[in-house]
């Protein structure tokens, strides 16, 4: 049977269902994995995504016409039988699962495999061919349990607050930020959200999602800004919002700043190891566990997992897609 999935100009192409996934040029139909810029962009005439990111869609990406499907049902297109189940990356992210003359292909999206509390933990799902991402795709990184990235920070914070500093936490807005808030222990201080965090923020707040409250910087008085977290994305790092903190110790949460490099390069005081993406040993786990024979790397470290992959008795090959690196570009191309 000819490939499933194939690569076109503008995207990753369904052959049998004719739609595309998290395509990068405008299409007719796009199945959407998640709400960051690489996988969801404008323009195309209709869009399907897992019923909890819909709301991410119409926020980043406007006026658009939007089908929400819930984890686990299934639409059929073409004679293609599509359902989204939970990747675990962001808030609505989903893996993409096709089905067509008894052969089951899944496109995973980006995924992480730890359970966390701002969106659905990632669900394996069998398939003959098995998509998958490689951002962190080298042994060297392995994340510590979250829990203890948490208490690191609030920690990190406590102390701040005792000695009167503020505390500015850059981070990615969608999804990293959300997480980060769900692990602060909120009674250290008030937490100060930039503008671009708390649309995102009332959208995972209606989803369900337990944030704790957050102001914007005009709504705090200056005193109280000594014993605040800040959390903002990286481009306010050195802009004239920022510099109104005053004295302040400012970190950088990515799944980079297990990189000592990345650290010095973004110039920040403290780097928390936090990443949205599967680790090594969570892409071999997510792998194993589809129970695929074959495997498609899409981005990131892809000759490093092509090759492990075939050294282990796998049919592995990589697609050449434009999907991005939202962490090296908040590590500042770390």
């Known amino acids: 049977m000819p490939d499933m999935v194939v690569v076109r100009k503008e995207g990753l192409y369904c052959v049998p269902g004719d739609f595309y996934i998290d395509p990068w040029q405008p299409v007719t139909r796009a199945v959407i994995t998640h709400g960051h810029g690489d996988h969801a962009r404008r323009g195309h005439g209709h869009y399907l995504c897992a019923a909890p990111g819909a709301g991410i869609l119409r926020t980043r990406l406007g006026d658009i016409t939007v089908q929400g499907l819930a984890y686990g049902e299934h639409v059929v297109h073409q004679g293609v039988r599509i359902s989204l189940h939970p990747a675990g990356h962001v808030l609505g992210s989903a893996q993409v699962r096709m089905e067509y003359g008894g052969e089951v292909w899944v496109a995973s999206g980006d995924y992480k495999v730890e359970p966390d509390a ?13 998509i998958t991402e490689s951002t962190f795709g080298l042994p060297i990184y392995r994340w510590q349990p979250q829990a203890q990235v948490f208490d690191e920070i609030n ?30 222990a909120a009674g250290i201080g008030p937490i100060v959200c930039h503008g671009a965090l708390e649309p995102l923020n009332r959208i995972y707040r209606e989803a369900g999602v337990a944030l704790p409250a957050t102001v914007m910087v005009g709504d705090i008085d200056k005193a109280a800004l000594r014993q605040a977290l800040v959390l903002a994305p990286p481009s306010a790092a050195g802009s004239p ?16 700043m297990q990189l000592r490099g990345a650290r010095r390069r973004r110039g920040v005081d403290r780097g928390f190891v936090l990443s949205d993406h599967a680790d090594w040993p969570g892409l071999l786990q997510a792998i194993g566990a589809s129970g695929a024979q074959r495997v498609i790397v899409t981005h990131g470290s892809i000759p490093v997992m092509v090759r492990w992959l075939c050294q282990n008795g796998l049919d592995a090959k990589a697609f050449d897609t434009e999907f991005g690196d939202d962490e090296a570009a908040e590590a500042g191309d770390a």
Do not use: H, M
Request: positive net charge.
């Open 118 to 130: 701002t969106c659905a933990p990632f669900e394996p799902v069998r398939c003959d061919c098995f």
């Open 155 to 184: 920690a990190w914070w406590r102390r701040n607050a005792a000695e009167g500093r503020c505390s500015v936490l850059l981070c990615y807005a969608f999804g990293k930020a959300q997480r980060i808030l769900s692990g602060l």
């Open 241 to 256: 919002w920022i510099r109104r903190f005053g004295e302040f110790s400012d970190a950088f949460a990515s799944g980079w």
